[in-house]
């Protein structure tokens, strides 16, 4: 079932929150039919009651899923840890996976060394491999990953979704 916005006879005060997700849902579909393909079905299934709730039509949360919360936090982390690598440049013939154990010692050492001193407001960030560095433990996903193999996982990641 599809509702329809643009019906005069359709009147709902803006000051109501479900009027304003049949609103967004109309621009969606006039401006960005791609996004519409997403949101516009999820909101038509949450009003028609076939969901309990828009964040589950979305896919945002449910079964199995971590919370929206702990995934941008992550999603936060993953960019900072791709940044700090990215400042860490590859010394003369080094291998990808000795990169990512140096890469691995750089945040241990930042976490016990430099971390408490820049949280204490004794330092601050020397320059950017650092700035990416305390990013990574202040995303608030909880422990920075210590193995390569999870610091490939998040190398090989293609998106960035930090809000």
């Given at each position: 079932m599809r509702f329809d916005t643009s019906s005069a006879d359709f009147e709902i005060p803006m000051s109501n929150p479900l009027?304003?997700?049949?609103?967004?849902?109309?621009?969606?579909?006039?401006?960005?039919?791609?996004?519409?393909?997403?949101?516009a079905p999820a909101v038509d299934a949450y009003l028609a009651g076939e969901t309990r709730t828009l964040d589950g039509?979305?896919?945002?949360?449910?079964?199995?899923?971590?919370?929206?919360?702990?995934?941008?936090?992550?999603?936060?982390?993953?960019?900072?840890?791709?940044r700090a690598l990215g400042h860490l440049g590859p010394l003369r013939g080094e291998t990808p996976k000795a990169r990512?154990?140096?890469?691995?010692?750089?945040?241990?050492?930042?976490?016990?060394?430099?971390?408490?001193?820049?949280?204490?407001?004794?330092?601050?960030?020397?320059?950017?491999?650092?700035?990416a560095l305390l990013s990574c433990f202040e995303a608030g996903a909880g422990p920075c990953p210590r193995h390569e193999r999870s610091i490939q996982r998040i190398l090989d990641a293609t998106h960035d979704l930090v809000l």
């Open positions: 009027a304003k997700l049949l609103q967004v849902a109309s621009l969606l579909r006039e401006r960005d039919p791609e996004l519409a393909g997403w949101f039509a979305l896919g945002i949360t449910g079964r199995g899923l971590d919370s929206p919360a702990r995934r941008l936090a992550r999603e936060r982390r993953d960019a900072a840890i791709r990512r154990r140096r890469l691995i010692q750089a945040l241990c050492a930042f976490e016990t060394r430099v971390l408490p001193r820049i949280r204490s407001g004794a330092r601050e960030p020397k320059n950017d491999f650092e700035e």
